[in-house]
Structure formats: structure tokens, C-alpha cells
């Protein structure tokens, strides 16, 4: 018997040092690793294994610019995050990555950009918004949409307040179903995108979201004559391995990408041959 | 002979001599440079003579000595027959054991490269934090009896599980086992088609490769592992008749075997780029009973799944890969619900896209190695010369 010291299968090892429920099916974990810093880019994702249930891919929401730990918000969709969901302070996970594609943040230097989020797609697109806010002046105007299903539904609730307060980003929210306290829009988060002043050239849109909104938000996009190579989206796919090879996360596009390497992150431009996003 | 460096004078009556021997001059061909003839002259004494050395005589009636000298050494597993016109690839201990005239197997030797169940990690939870380690075993052992196919097929897994993240315990897996390739002088049956993709003559892959010359093989030697083994055993080198009867095979091959779709391999890449909405796919799908065999008997059919086990104390266990297959239903089905291929049709046209369009893009070789055995397996009879052969009619 031989042991493979540097297997790509073995975990790095790490703590849950805070936890916090967020809505009734996600829930917040700040996670330190023994063996240093993540060292993720905005868009990257990590397996996270629990011992004895299996792996599950999540993407970090946490900013690389935040130090000694990072962040994963988790909704109890399959099994591995429904027993994520009994963890806590102080339990133990292994964990994998980081990998994936991150988002092209050197090409968006200088550029205004567009953040379109829906649903959980926030906690991707997260670690992007919080890393252009802590280098706030490498960038052009910012913009943030984001759309839930109702006002409980919303993530990361304390932190959208101190985007609302800023002034240097826009911040614009809407819900699909209201409730007697909802004050804001009401509808779906392609009626928020024709109130956005775009300047076509020098703006990239990011759009994270389920795969559902994709169709609709670029057509709006597209709209505003913004240049496919400037939609920047995070797509879902089961990625089982996130070593390209498992085959799980392959895209159906005549160049076969596999989510886990040649993304998460695409341009519209690489994968709108795609047949499904 | 004598050593580099030579003088200038040594040279010279070399070289004059050699720029006489000329290749033969084609129809139209003008007449070249003197040092093109040196060179061509080198290169035929260099193959001239790399060919005799690297070439083996086995007699037939020799074989089981061969095969019962190798078991002494390793493990040895060859095809044998199991009844019904199917083999597998199993352990052997004498050439007797041996299907020599064999079809394709039911599995590849991708068994022996990444077994259908392989532990990946093990971990415990005992102390304060988890521990883990990723163990390997892999005894040497040596596969005797390998189809050209498969030789391409193991070429395939080579590529993709060295490709970067690394996959180590295939890498390790490999590294331990000697390869013994066994040439088809002719067709196994009607469902192949290795001329289509050039897997019809060996194409490396192999240590030693064994082709029937009636009474005896002659016996490539490809690698210094295999040179060492034939040396070992005092085999005989090939002379100049049995080089002449080897390339008597392989010319008979040529008429034997012949593109077996009417299309050539470099053209598929453009039919299927443009074959993505075709009805062949839904003419398959609505066949297609999404049971997986095509995938497990594929030589080149890598996908796998992942699953963790714990053992009766709570405290310890481990992590399994075992073969996974994209015609599964829920394959590519996210937590969420989501199914990225719901549809039998879109899954079978992903498997041909696995084979013909995506790696030869990405490796520049044909991920279906023309072994026939998604064909010779099929429940519901769906021929992949056909399906192909409909491709191309529709997308030309």
C-alpha cells in the first residue's frame, strides 16, 4: 500500500468558527482552514465534504479581500446541505478548491459594472460586490439589482442596508410577491434593468441567478446594446469532481465545457450556443 | 562501430556514397538537393536496423512457457472465453486459459486502469479535528492479449487523467502495469469499426505487441520494460522473412479493413458541429432505454460518481468513485431540480459528442476507439455505425 501525499482528493481541513440561520432554508457559515487562507478569486467555488455524507460544490460569498476565513451560504436543496443545515460552531468539514473560472476582474478594471442577482445567486455574486466595494476606485459606476422571491426570501439583509446607505454604489431591489411591510418594487427583476443608465462600451453586466432568469435578463441587456462579451454569468451545474472530469458539469455546447473548469463564470458570447444555460 | 565525433575526411566518402542511393522518384517529382538523399539514405539504415532489433520471434508452441514465466513475475490477466461468443478479461496462469481469436471483451481494460469501485480516501473522526489519507494499492500485474482498440482506448484515459488537476491513483495505477498487445489479422464481427478511426494497426500504447504469423508471433518491442522481459526469456530475434510475412498481415489488412461508414474521421468534427438539433438523436432517444451499458463498456467512458461510506464504529470510513454513466436520468441533475439533460435523445447525442466532436477538439484524437462494443451491447439495438452513418446523411 502507498499513500498518495499529494492526492487532489485529499481535504484541506476546516472549522465553522460562525454560523447564522439567514432565511428558513439557508444558512450562513464563516469557515478558517488549519492550513492558511483560501486564497479564492471572486466567482471560485469549493467542494465541501461532510465526512461520512459526501460533497457537495458551493460557491464562496465571501470577498478574497476579507482575510483568515471565508464564507458559504448554503440553502437545503439536496442531501449534504440538508444535513448541513444541524452544523455549527466549532464542527469540522473537509474542503476542496478553490476552482472554477473566476470572474474576469482585471478586465473589468476601469468599466462600469451591472450586477444583476436573483435568488441565491447573491452569495456568488457576493464575493464580486464585496471585493469591487473594498477597491471601489478601480471601477466605473456601480449598480446592483437584485430580486427575490418575497421580502423573507432576502440575503444578506444588515449588509444590503450598508449598500442602500453608500454612495458609491446604486442599489436597487424587487420582489416577486409582496407583503404588508414591502415598501420597494414589486415584479420580476427584468423591470428593474430599462431604469439603469448603461453606457454600452465600457459597461459589464454579471448576472448570477437560476437558469430560468438567464433567458430573460440578457434579452433586456442586449436591449441596451451592451456587447455579449460584456455579460458576465455564473452558471449551475452539478460539479461532482471540479477537476474537469467526472463529466457531471458538462455543458451542452458544441465545445462541451465543463462547468467546474472552463467555469462557473462564461461570457454570454462563450456559451449562447449553449441549449440550456 | 566507431564513436562521435568524426573527422571531416571520414564523412565525406559517406556522404557522396550515400546521395547515390536515391529513393525512387515519383512521376512529375523534381530532382532534390544531394543532402535530401543523405538524409533519406540515414534514415533507411537507422529504421533498417531499429526494426530488426526491436523484433521478437515467440513460437506458438512456446506461448504457455511465456505466459507461465510472466505469472511467476505478476499477476496476468487475458481474455477468456466465457460462453455465448463473450469474453473477459480475467487472471490467467496458462496460455490454455487464453481466448487467442477473441471479440471485444465485455469490458475494456479499463477495469484494471480505474476499477469500478476504488476507494479515493480514507478518513477518522476520532480525535479533535479529521484526519485523512488517500491509499493506493496496485501490484504490478501484466494484461497479455490487448486489441489495437483497446490499446487506443487506454491511450485516451492516459490523456485525460494526466491532464492537470492530475489524477494520481489512475497515474500510479498505470505506472504498474505492462502491456501486452495482441494484433486482429481480421474483423472480430460486423458491429467494429476501427479503420473508421485508424485503430484497425497499432498506434503505440503497448509494451510488447504480439502479431499470428501462423506458427508463431512476431513480437514489437516498444518499451525497455518489454525489451527486458523478452531478453529475460532468451527470445529469439526476427529475421528478415519474418519481417516480410509481418508486412504481408499488414497489407493484407489493408484490403480487409475499410472505413466502415464512408466517411472520413476528420470530416465527422464538422457534421457534428453542425449536427446538434439532427433527428437522429430523437430517433435514438425514443430507443433508448437509458440503461448505462454503453457507457460501462466504453474503453473510453471516464465518468464517474463519488459516495462516502462510514463504518459501523460512526468514527471512520471512506470515500468510493465508481463508474457513473451521462444516460443515467438524473446525471447532470442539480440539488435544485434542475435537469441539464432530461431528455434520452439529449443524452445520447451527448455520448456521441463525448466521442467524436469534444476530444478531438480538445486531444486531437477520436474518443471511440471503433471497438463496436455500445453496439454489440445495446438492449435496444442502437448501432452506432448506423446512428452516425444517419448523421452524416442529414448534416453532409
Redesign the interface.
Known amino acids: 500500500m502507498t499513500e498518495i501525499k499529494n492526492s487532489n482528493w485529499k481535504l484541506r481541513k476546516g472549522q465553522i468558527i460562525a454560523a447564522k440561520q439567514m432565511t428558513a432554508a439557508e444558512k450562513w457559515f464563516d469557515i478558517k482552514l488549519e492550513d492558511g487562507d483560501l486564497d479564492h478569486e471572486p466567482g471560485q467555488f469549493v467542494q465541501v465534504e461532510l465526512y461520512g455524507v459526501g460533497e457537495a460544490p458551493i460557491s464562496v460569498c465571501s470577498s478574497p479581500t476579507k482575510r483568515g476565513s471565508f464564507e458559504l451560504t448554503v440553502r437545503s436543496a439536496g442531501r449534504l446541505t440538508k444535513h448541513m443545515q444541524g452544523l455549527g460552531k466549532g464542527d469540522w468539514l473537509g474542503i476542496r478548491g478553490p476552482f472554477g473560472k473566476p470572474f474576469p476582474v482585471k478586465l473589468m478594471t476601469g468599466n462600469d459594472l451591472l450586477f444583476v442577482a436573483g435568488g441565491l445567486g447573491i452569495a456568488p455574486l457576493r464575493s464580486l460586490i464585496n471585493y469591487v466595494i473594498d477597491n471601489r476606485r478601480e471601477f466605473g459606476k456601480v449598480d446592483i439589482l437584485l430580486g427575490c422571491k418575497t421580502p423573507t426570501d432576502m440575503l444578506f439583509g444588515d449588509e444590503i442596508k450598508g449598500w442602500q446607505k453608500r454612495l458609491d454604489v446604486e442599489f436597487r431591489c424587487t420582489v416577486d410577491r409582496s407583503d404588508p411591510d414591502w415598501k420597494g418594487n414589486v415584479g420580476l427583476i427584468t423591470s428593474l434593468i430599462p431604469g439603469v443608465t448603461i453606457t454600452p462600451e465600457k459597461t459589464f453586466a454579471v448576472v448570477v441567478g437560476p437558469p430560468i432568469m438567464y433567458k430573460y435578463v440578457i434579452a433586456e441587456l442586449l436591449k441596451k446594446s451592451l456587447p455579449e462579451r460584456q455579460i458576465i454569468l455564473s452558471l449551475e451545474r452539478h460539479m461532482k469532481c471540479g477537476m474537469g472530469k467526472c463529466g457531471h458539469c458538462q455543458i451542452d455546447h458544441p465545445k462541451n465545457y465543463y462547468c467546474c473548469k472552463d467555469g462557473p463564470t462564461f461570457t454570454y458570447e462563450e456559451v449562447k450556443d449553449s441549449k440550456k444555460l | 562501430m566507431k564513436s562521435w565525433p568524426v573527422s571531416g575526411s571520414e564523412v565525406l566518402p559517406f556522404l557522396i556514397f550515400t546521395a547515390f542511393l536515391r529513393p525512387p522518384r515519383r512521376a512529375g517529382e523534381a530532382s532534390r538537393p544531394l543532402i535530401e538523399y543523405n538524409i533519406w539514405a540515414v534514415s533507411v539504415i537507422i529504421k533498417t536496423e531499429a526494426t530488426s532489433v526491436n523484433y521478437h520471434i515467440l513460437r506458438k508452441d512456446k506461448l504457455d512457457g511465456f505466459i507461465k514465466s510472466l505469472a511467476r513475475k505478476m499477476k496476468v490477466c487475458a481474455p477468456v472465453a466465457k460462453g455465448h461468443n463473450n469474453f473477459a478479461f480475467e487472471e490467467v496462469s496458462s496460455a490454455g486459459e487464453i481466448a487467442l481469436s477473441y471479440i471485444p471483451t465485455i469490458l475494456p481494460p479499463k477495469k484494471y486502469f480505474m476499477p469500478q469501485r476504488e476507494k479515493?480516501?480514507d478518513?477518522d473522526?476520532t480525535g479533535d479535528?479529521?484526519k485523512?489519507?488517500?491509499?493506493?494499492?496496485?501490484p504490478g500485474m501484466a494484461i497479455f492479449g490487448v486489441h489495437t482498440c483497446d490499446l487506443a482506448g487506454i491511450q485516451c484515459l492516459n490523456m485525460?487523467?494526466s491532464?492537470k488537476?492530475?489524477?494520481?491513483?489512475y497515474i500510479?495505477r498505470k505506472e504498474k502495469v505492462l502491456i501486452i498487445g495482441l494484433e486482429c489479422n481480421a474483423y472480430c464481427d460486423g458491429h467494429a469499426s476501427c479503420a473508421l478511426v485508424g485503430n484497425h494497426y497499432p498506434n503505440g500504447g503497448y509494451d510488447l505487441f504480439f502479431t499470428d504469423l501462423g506458427d508463431r508471433f512476431i513480437i514489437h518491442v516498444n518499451t525497455q520494460k518489454g525489451e527486458e522481459l523478452v531478453e529475460g526469456m532468451g527470445l529469439a530475434k526476427a529475421n528478415p522473412a519474418d519481417m516480410s510475412a509481418l508486412d504481408a498481415v499488414r497489407e493484407g489488412k489493408k484490403k480487409a479493413f475499410q472505413n466502415e461508414i464512408g466517411t472520413e474521421l476528420k470530416d465527422l468534427p464538422a457534421v457534428?458541429?453542425k449536427g446538434?438539433d439532427s433527428k437522429v438523436w430523437k430517433e435514438v432517444g425514443d430507443r433508448c432505454v437509458s440503461c448505462g451499458n454503453c457507457t460501462n463498456v466504453c474503453p473510453t467512458c471516464?465518468?464517474?460518481?463519488?459516495?462516502?461510506?462510514?463504518n459501523l464504529d460512526?468514527k471512520t470510513?471512506f470515500?468510493t468513485r465508481t463508474w457513473?454513466s451521462?444516460q443515467f436520468g438524473t446525471?447532470?441533475?442539480?440539488?435544485?431540480?434542475?435537469n441539464?439533460?432530461s431528455e434520452r435523445s439529449?443524452r445520447q447525442?451527448?455520448r456521441l459528442?463525448?466521442k467524436f466532436?469534444?476530444p478531438i477538439?480538445k486531444f486531437y484524437r477520436s474518443f471511440c476507439t471503433g471497438c463496436g462494443r455500445c453496439t454489440r451491447t445495446c438492449m435496444a439495438k442502437i448501432s452506432l455505425k448506423d446512428t452516425l452513418k444517419a448523421l452524416v446523411a442529414e448534416n453532409k
Open positions: 479515493m480516501l478518513f473522526l479535528q479529521p485523512d489519507a488517500a491509499n493506493l494499492e496496485a485525460v487523467f491532464e488537476p492530475r489524477d494520481y491513483n500510479l457534428f458541429a446538434t471516464y465518468c464517474f460518481d463519488m459516495a462516502d461510506t462510514i460512526m470510513g470515500r457513473d451521462c446525471f447532470a441533475t442539480v440539488a435544485g431540480g434542475e441539464f439533460r439529449e447525442r451527448h459528442y463525448r466532436k469534444y477538439d
